[in-house]
Every structure is written in C-alpha cells, then in structure tokens.
C-alpha cells in the first residue's frame, strides 16, 4: 500500500500542474458528446467556448440550438398562445 499511496501523491501533484489545460479538456469533452447528440438528429447546431480565468476559476458559454421536434418539448409549442412574438 505504501507504494500505491507514494504513487497517489505523485499523480496528485502533477496532476495540479496541467491545470490550465483542464478548460480545453473539458471543451473537447463535450464537444464530442455534443457531436453524438448532433448525429442523432437530436441537436441543430452547438458551440462551446472555454476560458481560464484564472488559477481554477473557469469560464464556459454553451450555445445548443434543438430542433423544435426532437427536444423534448412540446412538438406545436409555436402553435400555443403566447409562445410567439407576432400571438396577441
């Protein structure tokens, strides 16, 4: 255990190290899962933004557009009152 434990200590120490790295990782990440989303015909279009703002402080901005059929909504939402800037 004593080397599992000095191993541990190494990766953790490390691992803090490429932590301006962590934002694009995670951008990368669910760009790819994002990705599957959009192949399925789940999602029109996507886009991800990732910055470090500072020593772990993140910022991330995700833009996902849904079709109107397939999001989880309901399919004649534009049909109901006041859904709609032109309904009265």
Wanted: overall charge positive; hydrophobic content about 35%; cysteine-free.
């Amino acid at each position: 255990m004593e080397i599992l434990d000095s191993a541990l200590s190494v990766f953790m120490k490390i691992g803090f190290r490429f932590e301006i790295f962590y934002p694009h990782a995670i951008k990368l990440f669910l760009n790819q899962k994002l990705k599957e989303f959009k192949n399925q015909k789940k999602l029109n279009d996507y886009k991800v933004k990732a910055k470090r703002l500072g020593k772990n402080h993140y910022f991330f901005e995700m833009d996902i557009f849904l079709n109107a059929n397939k999001g989880g909504g309901d399919k004649n939402i534009r049909n109901k009152k006041g859904t709609h800037k032109n309904n009265h």
